[in-house]
Every structure is written in C-alpha cells, then in structure tokens.
C-alpha cells in the first residue's frame, strides 16, 4: 500500500514509519505545520519538523511539509478560545485529531492517490466479534489514546494505520533505538501545543477575550468569593475561587459565563447519575440500533481516565442518555466522552458533554 | 532526468564555471591576502573576476564588492544605509523577504503594488514627497522573483532622484541578470545586489556594487578585505566561478531571451488550453521569459507541487518558512490576488538547461495534475 505517516518529530510515529516500511508498504512522511504563532511547548516547533525530516531521510523515504495552520486557526484554536467565552472546558487535541489529521490530513491523502493514512498513536483498529472494524484499546494502558481518536468513522476507520498501536512504549523506544533514529529518547509532548509553558492558558486567553470578573457564591446565593476570569474556571474546581482559608472544603458546582457567576458546594453536589452527549460520532451506524436495545456501555470522560459502566441511550435528537450505574462526579461541559463496549475494548461512540 | 522548472530559486551551474573554480579547489588554494606566490595567484584571479563582473555590470571594478549572497548584499546596502546616514529605508511590499525585513527593521515605509506586482509609483512619490519620513535608502527589485514583473526602474529612479536625490536607490537585481542588460540598470541606480548561483555560479557568492560617492557602514567587521566594505577571507573558488557564469550568461543573454521567449509563451498557453479556467498572474510582456505565474482555482499549491513531484516535474508556489511548510504568497497579497486564487498558485521558471522536451512534458503534467485534483 501507499501510506501517509504524518510524523510530528516524535519517537511514536517515527517508529510508525519504520514499521510502515518493514511491513512492505510505499512510505511517504508528512509534517503537518499547524501553529503559527507563539510557543515554547516544542510542538510544531521547527527543530520537531527537523527532527521528523531527519528520521526520514534516516528511513530513506520522502518528508513533506503541509502548511494547514489556517484549518487549525478555524477548527482548533478558535473554537477553543470561544469554548472558553461560554463556559465551556474543550479538549483542542481531540478537536485537532478530528479536523487536521482524521479530515484535512486523510482528504489530502486520498487527493493525492494514498491508500491509507498513519499516526503514530497507541491505538488498535480491530475487528469486533461481529467483524466491524473499530477503534480498540493500545497495548500499553498506561498509553492507550483510543479516547483521542476515538472520533473515526466506518470511512476513516478504514483508512487509518496506527502501526504502534500492538506495541508498549518501551517496546517503541527499545526499536526507535535498534534503527538509530534521533528520536528514540525524546520527551512525550504533554502540553497544549499552542499554549505556551511560561504564559499557559491565562495569558493565552488573556490575548483573545476579554475576561470578566465574576462573583463565587454558595447554594443559598451568598457571596463568598470573587474570580478575575470566570472563563478560566472548571467544574470541579476548588482552588483559586478567592475563597477564605480554613472554610471547608468547596468545589466549583457550576459555572454561568452569561451572569456571569460561579456556584460552590460541597463534594457530593458535584455528583450526578446522568449526563448527556451532544455531536455523537458512531464508529457505525448500525451501533444506534444495537445500544437502543442493550446500552450497556463503559465511559471514559479523560484521556488517561477509569472508564466506568453505565447504560447509554440514543436520543431521536442524535444525542446520547448516558446513565451512570454509580454516581459520578460531573463531567465538565465540552469534555470529550467516548463509550467502549463493556469489555473495555472498542470504541462504539464518542462526543461531548452537554451543560446541564 | 525531471523536468526542471525552479530555476528562479537556483539555477544549474554552468559548465564554464564548475570549470573555473576547480583549480582553486584543488592547486590554487591560498589565502589572496597572503604574501607569497600562491597568494598571489589567487589574488590575480580575484582581481580578474572583479573586472569581469564589473564589465557585466556596467560600473567601474572599485565598485564590486563580494559578499556571502544576494541576501547579504541586500542587507549590507539597506542596514549598512541607514546606520550610516540615519533614518528609514523604503520599499515596495512584493520585495523578497531579503528587502522586505530590513526595511521593516528600519520601521520605514512599505509601499503599495500594482495588479501586476509592480511598485506602485503614485505610493511611492506620495512617500517621497513626505518630509516628515527621513529616507537615506530607497530599494527596488528590477524583476520580481515570485512572478517575473520587470520595475519600470527608469521612472522609479527619476522621482526618487527628483525628491530624495541623497537617497541611495538600491536595486535588488537577483532576478534580473539573466533577462535584463545589467549595464542598462546599473547607471540609475547607486547599488546593485546579485546572487551567483541564479545566474549559473555557486551558491554561497553575491555582488553588491557601490557607486563611488555613496557610503554605507560596513555589515562585517574583520580583516578589512573589500577596502573595509566587507571583512571576511575571498571565497576565492566562490568569485571566480561566478564571473564566468555571469560572463556566460551576458553572452547569452540577447539569445536566450529570445529563446526562452518563446518556451514561455508555450508553456503559459499550452497550460490555459488544457486546462481552461487559469488565471496568468502577469501577461508575458510585463515579465521576463523566466518565470511563468499562474493560479488555479480550486486547487492547493501543495497538493499540486506533490503531483507534480511525483512525475518528475519540479516547481514551486511561494517562499518556505523555516520549517519548509509553504507560507501564503506576500506577493500575491500584495497584489490584490483573492485567497483562493493564492491557495492554488504555481511558479514554473526556466532557464539556460530548458529544452522545447521539458515544455511538452511540463504541460502535460501540469494540466493533468490540475485536472485530476479538480476531479474530487
């Protein structure tokens, strides 16, 4: 096959590349220049596309370039700064999975004649019991990202490799050092690519919109406490809510950017045993039919999260009931929620968390 | 062999001047500056290739100064301008970033475009006319490297003369000296900047020339080669084989214009035929036979360079950054070219190795390319 590995200058996909071509396969390696402006994360960074350029030409294979840093603007970082305006708590990365490598980067690909496109993620595409291809789980738990791409479709699924999805990380690290790439003892990116480590999400922000201040009250609407930035503030939250020391223990309940207001309470009012999922993905159709009947699920709220059971219910408006067998804490609106089968195995849907 | 159409951004070294600096390679390696035979040597075919370049250039060999490149002689005039004399320098916004960022390192003026990616000379007057901006150094490109205009420099150096005649008009010529006579440039202006390896030299070899009244601060500082203009051991290999291609090439020119000429046109019209709706982003009597510019609607330049690549066919849409990632064209911006047309655009540019072969291959994959990624 001919395959598009985009390569970010890491040892993951790096690997995926070298073993795209062990496997026999026709490799080309992209970077996909995605964050023009400010960053000291390291990612997008020239010296990631160096390193990317020079594991390829250590592979012997092609590097391209892509420039989508206008896609990303529009479907990744904008979004995120006006998530914040309505109070919302986005997840970019799963958003730039979606629009840049899972959309932009595979309509690309198919443009220009590939067969199938490759990442470096610690995900499996398997067949279920009933041979439908899915998103499973990576060998290695302690890596597994199904969550972040948990958003492909029947279309995509059968377009995407994640050649080091069987592997652990020592064992990627361990055959990035056996080839003599460049990358084998390089960092995992943590961070936020375009948000930087000094400045973080405050100044980011701080640059875009206009914060507003806004009071912290309790459940009987007295005001206990103030914050600058209401749009800075997560459920869940319980420090810097300007709260007077010694006082128990409070958590951030909810947040209404349109008062704008912030409500605090204790631990037990942030739990709840429904929430509801807007803007679904199934990895397949026929999933509505099969979760209407049986909808027990596993659901994971978190990249590296417990995935916890619950009953899942389509809606006639495309959203998913989600209803928890024990109560949970609440899950921040605009979080990604992804639903694997109850072996905990396979991607049956994801989407994000309703307010309310 | 691919079809080479990137000559703009670098051009095959020529025969003669892979020639003339194998010796200084190999045999003749001496430092010029030294005080023995071998140094001598070298320093006689400095001398030598100084001449001939001044020749080419039409200004007397005092005035050549070699440098590390065109993009150093651009800054070595414009910085070296202002440090001396003050104040900002001034130029149009379709410049090459080598002009475009000293100036705006200055914080001088940046000046409007035409359609056709000419300086706009109403701009320009309206800046000069205003006293209130202190202007020691005014610079304008003789062609375009992105999409082939050729300055009108006649005008632009009769209103800088009349407004700002102690202004130094510099003229970035790195596209200019396979298309046009440089001896024909040279007397209206007070500096030049040229890069070797655009004309059939190597890289890593520029010319900046410096009239004889006008001054400027020195960019590099050391041992005072260049009459103290610029410091730093001769790349001794570097100028001699960039004096025979230029010599080559001013040889050439009247012909190869002609030639190419006629290449141009048919690759610019072969490509329209084929594929129907292009835009031609300057008509072929505003440009020089170098560079043919189009865009295509509905199409993106990366998706189109990879096909292209693919088939051995090699060209190129705008600048890289640093990262190699293919930046939106400032040019095109400047000009007034809509986005989705800059999205799709393609510079195809020949030179001396172009055959009437690589034109019928180029319009073949070309046109296909574009209609292929039309077709989804």
């Known amino acids: 096959m001919k395959v598009l590995v985009a390569m970010s200058g890491g040892v993951d996909s790096s690997v995926a590349a070298a073993e795209l071509i062990a496997q026999g396969h026709e490799v080309v390696g992209v970077t996909m220049r995605l964050w023009g402006g400010e960053s000291d994360t390291g990612c997008c960074s020239v010296s990631d596309v160096d390193d990317a350029r020079r594991v390829a030409q250590q592979l012997g294979i092609d590097h391209l370039v892509f420039n989508f840093q206008d896609d990303f603007d529009a479907k990744v970082v904008n979004p995120y700064v006006s998530a914040h305006v309505d109070g919302l708590t986005p997840n970019p990365c799963i958003e730039c999975n979606r629009h840049l490598k899972f959309d932009r980067l595979s309509e690309r690909a198919r443009l220009l004649g590939f067969d199938a496109v490759a990442t470096g993620h610690h995900a499996r595409i398997e067949p279920d019991d009933d041979g439908l291809l899915r998103v499973t789980r990576g060998a290695d738990a302690a890596k597994d990202q199904s969550y972040v791409v948990h958003m492909l479709d029947e279309q995509e699924l059968g377009y995407t490799l994640f050649p080091v999805g069987g592997m652990t990380k020592a064992e990627v690290r361990e055959r990035a050092s056996r080839l003599g790439l460049r990358t084998a003892a390089k960092p995992d990116s943590q961070d936020v690519c375009f948000i930087s480590r000094t400045g973080g999400r405050e100044s980011f922000l701080g640059k875009r919109i206009e914060f507003r201040s806004a009071p912290v009250v309790d459940a009987a609407g007295n005001e206990t406490g103030r914050v600058e930035a209401v749009e800075l503030v997560t459920i869940g939250q319980r420090k810097g809510l300007g709260l007077a020391g010694g006082s128990p223990k409070k958590y951030v309940v909810d947040v209404d950017p349109r008062v704008p207001l912030v409500r605090v309470g204790d631990e037990h009012e942030l739990l709840c045993d429904s929430l509801e999922i807007a803007d679904v993905v199934w990895a397949h159709q026929s999933d509505i039919d099969r979760l209407s009947r049986v909808g027990d699920v596993l659901v994971q709220s978190s990249a590296h999260g417990e995935a916890k059971p619950a009953v899942a219910v389509p809606l006639p408006n495309g959203r998913v009931a989600v209803r928890w067998l024990e109560a949970q804490r609440r899950i921040a609106p605009g979080q990604s929620v992804v639903l694997y089968d109850v072996t905990n195995n396979w991607v049956i849907a994801g989407g994000i968390a309703c307010a309310g | ?376």
């Not at chain 2, 130029?91 to 705006?104: F, G, I, W």
């Open chain 2, 1 to 376: 062999m691919p079809v080479y159409l990137d000559h703009a951004a670098s051009t095959p070294m020529r025969e003669v001047a892979i020639e003339a600096m194998r010796p200084f390679l190999d045999t003749t390696y001496a430092n010029p500056a030294g005080a023995h035979r071998f140094a001598r040597r070298a320093r006689k075919a400095v001398d030598e290739a100084r001449d001939e370049i001044a020749q080419a250039i039409g200004c007397d060999p005092g005035e050549v100064i070699f440098t590390g490149g065109g993009t150093e002689a651009d800054n070595a005039t414009i910085l070296g301008a202002t440090r001396m004399h003050g104040g900002v320098a001034v130029c149009s916004a379709a410049e090459h970033h080598a002009v475009l960022h000293c100036v705006e390192h200055t914080r001088g003026p940046i000046v409007g475009t035409t359609a056709t990616g000419s300086i706009d000379l109403e701009h320009l007057e309206r800046v000069l006319r205003d006293r209130s901006i202190d202007i020691s150094v005014v610079s304008v490109m003789a062609v375009n490297n992105e999409v082939g205009t050729i300055t009108p420099m006649r005008k632009v150096a009769a209103l800088v003369r009349e407004h700002r005649p102690n202004a130094i008009l510099h003229c970035d010529a790195v596209q200019a000296a396979c298309w046009l006579d440089l001896r024909e440039v040279s007397p209206l202006v007070d500096s030049i900047a040229l890069s070797a390896h655009k004309f059939g030299g190597p890289k890593g070899v520029g010319v900046m020339t410096l009239s004889g009244g006008k001054r400027v601060e020195p960019l590099i500082l050391g041992g005072g080669q260049e009459r103290d203009r610029r410091s730093g051991t001769h790349n001794v290999p570097g100028i001699v084989a960039a004096a025979a291609a230029l010599r080559a090439t001013d040889a050439e020119r009247a012909s190869e214009v002609a030639r190419l000429g006629v290449l141009s046109r048919q690759l610019e019209q072969g490509i329209v035929e084929k594929v129907g709706e292009a835009t031609v982003t300057v008509p072929a009597d505003q440009r020089v036979p170098g560079v043919i510019h189009m865009c295509f609607s509905g199409v993106e330049s990366e998706a189109l360079l990879f096909l292209l690549d693919e088939a051995d066919v090699c060209a190129s849409a705008a600048s890289a950054c640093a990262s190699g990632a293919m930046s939106p064209s400032h040019v095109l911006a400047a000009m007034g070219v809509s986005n989705s047309l800059i999205r799709g655009a393609l510079r195809m540019s020949i030179g001396h190795t172009t055959t009437q072969d690589d034109i019928d291959r180029a319009i073949d994959v070309v046109s296909s390319a574009v209609l292929r990624l039309r077709a989804r």
